[in-house]
């Protein structure tokens, strides 16, 4: 089994920024991809960012690119965030995944929320 516990979220103007961190825990296995998703009130969960286990490829969502930044951590396990220049349109619970990529299987963090309003 594998545990992901985030933090980081919270209430943020916009045009400010938030690191979201996540660590992993349990069964890792070398080899797994590492990503952000996020569900907003009313719509589908949707990639925001992900980031190969090497750390040399990352991709974003259209809505990230230039504003997001995906980086990780392998000695620590983690996986961090950092978004700048945050918009209203952003608020939506960011969740934390790691896919393991022997077996396809894909497993989510609890989520946090992240809140943009003036």
């Known amino acids: 089994q594998v545990q992901l516990v985030e933090s980081g979220g919270g209430l943020v103007q916009p045009g400010g920024s938030l690191i979201l ?4 825990s349990g069964s890792l296995l070398s080899g797994n991809t590492m990503g952000w998703y996020r569900q907003a009130p009313g719509k589908e969960r949707e990639l925001v960012a992900e980031i190969s286990s090497g750390g040399g490829n990352t991709r974003y969502a259209d809505s990230a690119k230039g504003r997001f930044t995906i980086s990780r951590d392998n000695a620590k396990n ?14 939506a619970v960011y969740y934390c995944s790691l896919l393991v990529i022997l077996n396809m299987r894909r497993y989510w963090g609890q989520g946090t929320q992240v809140t943009v309003s003036s």
């Open 78 to 91: 983690t996986v961090s965030l950092q978004m700048n220049s945050l918009k209203p349109e952003d608020t």
């Open 21 to 24: 961190n996540c660590a992993a």
